[in-house]
């Protein structure tokens, strides 16, 4: 079946643009996750969506950084005016639902790898 | 707050050798703990997991137990092979929070 998918894989831009990534969950998974994996920093959360509850963006390391989830399915993370450290590969997630219950596990998607010149 | 260690790579190891990756955690609250692998090209999966004390996760030939005592959970294989080489990472989670991730270790098997 189909897993986790993220776009671009690839994305390359210049300091102050801003960049959108999207994820497409597993159908039926009502939590998905955004991490971003940086060099020296390993695997860092960002937002979580739960459902239609109000998402947790106690990670999001800035007010740059903006994520929404239309219908319960598509997120997209948007970086406004990007700048050099937010070069990583930004990982997305999803599961069935929240918490770590013996069949709840998360899958990974591909990532996208952000390069910001 | 919660957080993951685990032992700095690179690890460098032949063939059929045994490896051992050192994990500790914050004993804060009562964490799930996961060992998830990357595959070089591939994305992040889960390779196994242990729920509560004294729980052992096995898969692939690959363990680790849950210690409370030491607050560890050190993923272990008897004989490693060339097709093992990818980062680990070890990761917790308590109840409806995220995953917290230690920083990952790359491990190299050389023939």
């Known amino acids: 079946g189909a897993g986790v998918s993220q776009s671009p894989s690839n994305k390359v831009t210049e300091k102050g643009k801003d960049v959108e990534l999207r994820c497409d969950p597993i159908?039926?998974?009502?939590?998905l996750y955004w991490y971003r994996q940086s060099l020296g920093q390993g695997l860092e959360f960002l937002i979580y969506?739960?459902?239609?509850?109000?998402?947790?963006k106690s990670g999001l390391p800035s007010d740059r950084f903006s994520a929404e989830r239309t219908g319960g399915s598509v997120s997209t993370l948007t970086i406004q005016r990007t700048q050099q450290e937010d070069s990583a590969v930004y990982l997305c997630?999803?599961?069935?639902?929240?918490?770590?219950?013996?069949?709840?596990?998360?899958?990974f998607g591909p990532g996208t790898r952000l390069t910001v010149l | 707050g919660n957080s993951v260690t685990q032992m700095e790579g690179p690890v460098t190891l032949s063939e059929e050798a045994f490896l051992t990756i050192n994990c500790t955690y914050t004993?804060?609250?009562?964490?799930?703990l996961f060992w998830y692998v990357q595959y070089p090209g591939e994305g992040l999966q889960l390779l196994l997991k242990?729920?509560?004390?004294?729980d052992k996760g096995s898969n692939k030939g690959f363990e680790a137990t849950y210690r409370k005592e030491t607050t560890s959970f050190h993923l272990e294989k008897g004989s490693v092979q060339v097709s093992d080489s990818a980062v680990y990472f070890c990761?917790?989670?308590?109840?409806?929070?995220?995953?917290?991730f230690g920083k990952g270790t790359r491990l190299s098997v050389i023939a």
């Open positions: 997630a999803s599961s069935l639902t929240l918490g770590s219950g013996t069949y709840n596990e998360q899958f």
């Open positions: 159908s039926g998974h009502t939590a």
């Open positions: 969506f739960q459902g239609n509850s109000a998402p947790d």
């Open positions: 004993a804060t609250g009562y964490p799930s």
């Open positions: 242990a729920t509560k004390a004294d």
């Open positions: 990761a917790r989670q308590s109840g409806n929070t995220p995953l917290v």
